[in-house]
Nanobody, 124 residues
Framework: QVQLVESGGGLVQAGGSLRLSCAAS????????LAWFRQAPGKEREFAAA????????NYADSVKGRFTISRDNVKNTGYLQMNSLKPEDTAIYYC?????????????????WGQGTQVTVSS
């Protein structure tokens, strides 16, 4: 079993930055994929970014490419999402998710483990 705990959300002005963290525990993470999804009010959950824990390969949604960077710290067993040039449309609850796989899937159905979410609000 894997437990994921997000932190780092908050309120920021448009153009600002935030860094989200996802602390993982419960199992060795060496063969997992870690991803970030987000869900805005009244909308479906959507993929933002994913990273292979073993290789560091990444995948991004077009909507965040060039502004968001996903990374991981193998020693701390923690994943990160650095978000720059934030826009009001980035406002959502952000969830980290993980699954034992090498596929950087964009589908939420691919992921077995989920955190509780952290709110990100971008004001205009």
């Amino acid at each position: 079993q894997v437990q994921l705990v997000e932190s780092g959300g908050g309120l920021v002005q448009a153009g600002g930055s935030l860094r989200l963290s996802c602390a993982a525990s419960g199992r060795t993470f060496s063969r997992h994929v870690l991803a970030w999804f987000r869900q805005a009010p009244g909308k479906e959950r959507e993929f933002a970014a994913a990273i292979s824990w073993s290789t560091g390969s990444t995948n991004y949604a077009d909507s965040v490419k060039g502004r968001f960077t996903i990374s991981r710290d193998n020693v701390k067993n923690t994943g990160y999402l650095q978000m720059n040039s934030l826009k009001p449309e980035d406002t959502a609850i952000y969830y980290c998710a993980a699954t034992p796989s090498v596929t950087l899937s964009t589908s939420s159905r691919w992921y077995n483990y989920w955190g509780q979410g952290t709110q990100v609000t971008v004001s205009s």
